[in-house]
């Protein structure tokens, strides 16, 4: 008889009655649409979905080892761009001065033209707040390298915040990016490789928060009224975490990832897994459901242990992939009602289990793949 903490029922039954985020990664942007106007966010409960606007999907290879995520956003270059809210942008995106992580993968032509290409952000006045991910600037010097940055204050504080990459990337290859932000500190990091640059948030000043009028973007916003031009090329697999994810590098503090859970945001989908597959067997069943509960809340877990998100740790976001997928491969041993249903849990615990079967198992989507 297979057998889950009652922790997680009792989880579950509270992110039911509550609407509780799932964890820390707070957006997360697949594109794997096959067509607009949705760009649908699937890291956080409620989603903070975008519109999109001339915006194509085609078959990704982005991923270490050309496998892919599915589909990818196509930007033409001229008209296509991602919003989020006329004269609004989503509150996961107010990152303030906390620590945060944000990662993606991009695919540019090559010899790219000068000028700021915005990829994504909810920056409007750089004397506001907000931050934002552009390719290029106007100067030569920074073509097709990606830039960060988090605003607040004079042009003097954008400096110091501001990051560049060591490496062009407008070489038509795909590309992965991560920013960091830990205790006010700044760093880039570009296929794993931690880059050279490095800034620093001002007390006082800067904040990712930006007002809540901004129009966040992904593709650039406002391209009559700034030096910036629309970004063309290929987006995939874009997170946000509201903490700084770590890894362990082959030189210390500098090099490639090896390990840690931004290694395995870098990885994430690398060996072809089904997500919800923790022990790679081609299938999401009970086996995979129990492995997430004998790591339930653990803070240090890898993919073969149930972190199927990436960032460490085993929580509601986890379960809610494993859902989402149940019964993938030759299909599920019991439907995942039942298995939830089987859980045995402590008094007063019980109650709030019984509540679960009734509710949609909290509206998970089981997909049944076979």
Same mark, same amino acid.
Request: one cysteine or more.
């Given at each position: ?50 519109? &999109?606007?001339? +915006?194509?999907?085609?078959? *990704? !290879? /982005?991923?270490?080892?050309? @496998?892919?995520?599915?589909?990818? %956003? ?123 640059? &490095?800034?620093? +948030?001002?007390?006082?000043? *800067? !904040? /990712?928060?930006?007002?809540? @009028?901004?129009?966040?973007?992904? %593709? ?151």
């Amino acid at each position: 008889m297979y057998r889950i903490s009652g922790s997680i029922a009792m989880a579950m039954a509270f992110a039911l009655a509550t609407g509780a985020a799932r964890g820390d990664l707070v957006a997360h942007y697949e594109f794997n649409e096959s067509a607009g106007p949705t760009l649908a966010d699937s890291g956080a409960a409620p989603a903070d979905d975008g519109t &999109t606007n001339n +915006l194509t999907f085609a078959a *990704s !290879t /982005a991923g270490v080892n050309g @496998t892919g995520f599915g589909n990818a %956003g196509v930007f033409d270059g001229t008209t296509s761009n991602v919003g989020f809210g006329t004269g609004a942008h989503p509150a996961s995106f107010d990152l303030g001065t906390a620590d945060f992580t944000i990662s993606g993968w991009l695919k540019t032509p090559t010899n790219f033209q000068n000028f700021n290409r915005p990829l994504f952000g909810n920056i409007d006045d750089y004397t506001l707040g907000g931050w934002n991910i552009e390719l290029g600037r106007a100067d030569r010097t920074y073509r097709g390298k990606p830039f960060f940055t988090v605003a607040g204050g004079s042009s003097s504080v954008f400096s110091q915040t501001q990051l560049f990459s060591d490496v062009r990337l407008d070489d038509d290859t795909w590309h992965w990016v991560a920013y960091i932000c830990s205790s006010g500190s700044l760093s880039m990091y570009v296929d794993g490789v931690k880059q050279l640059d &490095t800034g620093t +948030l001002v007390v006082g000043t *800067s !904040t /990712a928060t930006s007002p809540a @009028t901004v129009e966040a973007r992904f %593709g650039g916003i406002d391209f009559a009224a700034r030096i910036w031009k629309p970004y063309e090329g290929q987006l995939d697999d874009w997170r946000i975490y509201n903490e700084a994810l770590t890894g362990t590098l082959d030189g210390g503090t500098s090099g490639t990832l090896t390990s840690g859970a931004l290694f395995d945001v870098w990885q994430a989908n690398s060996a072809s897994l089904q997500p919800g597959d923790a022990n790679g067997d081609g299938m999401v069943n009970l086996s995979d459901l129990q492995i997430l509960g004998d790591n339930w809340q653990s803070t240090t877990a890898t993919w073969a242990e149930a972190d199927f998100t990436g960032d460490g740790t085993v929580n509601l976001a986890d379960l809610q992939i494993l859902g989402d997928n149940w019964g993938f491969g030759t299909g599920p041993d019991v439907s995942f009602d039942e298995a939830l249903a089987g859980v045995v849990i402590p008094e007063p615990a019980a109650l709030a289990l019984l509540l679960i079967p009734g509710a949609g198992v909290l509206t998970l989507r089981r997909r049944i793949n076979n």
